[in-house]
Structure formats: C-alpha cells, structure tokens
C-alpha cells in the first residue's frame, strides 16, 4: 500500500464542522490540525491502494481544495542514485 499525505485547508468559520465531519468518518485520530496556532488547516497520513481510495479520507466541506499527495521514502543506496543520475545529466 502507498502512503498520503491529506491537506485539508479551511476557514476558521468552517473548523468546528469540518473536525465533526473527519470525526464521523472516523478518521479524527489520523489527523493534526495548526488551528490553535492560527492555521487553518488539518494533515493526516494515511495508507491506500491509490489516490482515489486516499481521497475518501477528505470531508465533503474541503473536498474540492484539499490535496492528497503521494509520499515516497528515500534509502540512502537512492540518495546515491539520484546523486550520480543529477551529475550525469549536468555534466
């Protein structure tokens, strides 16, 4: 399975109902919201087969500005590999 990363921007007049939306979707303990801190908007990581099964994760209230991001993790043998193919295609 891929991870995502969800963003789902808002207003504060639209905090309170959107933390109730994720909250009956069941996905209240997946997300991290800056809301207190003056930032409107909350992020989740969450585990699905694809983009479309990731963004069932979205309230209706955001759906049409949040974003869903696939995540790739990096080794150090690709840090390498992405180093040696950077000075290939420079030089």
């Not at 979707?25 to 003056?38: A, E, N, R, V």
């Not at 955001?62 to 043998?77: E, Q």
Request: charged share 25%.
């Amino acid at each position: 399975m891929d991870r995502y990363l969800i963003e789902t921007p808002h207003t504060a007049q639209e905090c309170f109902l959107l933390v109730k939306q994720v909250h009956a979707m069941g996905y209240l303990h997946h997300f991290d919201w800056g809301c207190k801190s003056g930032e409107h908007c909350g992020w989740a990581i969450i585990e699905a087969e694809n983009e479309k099964q990731a963004r069932l994760a979205v309230p209706p209230l955001v759906h049409a500005k949040a974003r869903v991001i696939k995540l790739t993790r990096f080794d150090a043998g690709q840090v390498k590999s992405l180093h040696e193919s950077q000075e290939k295609s420079d030089g």
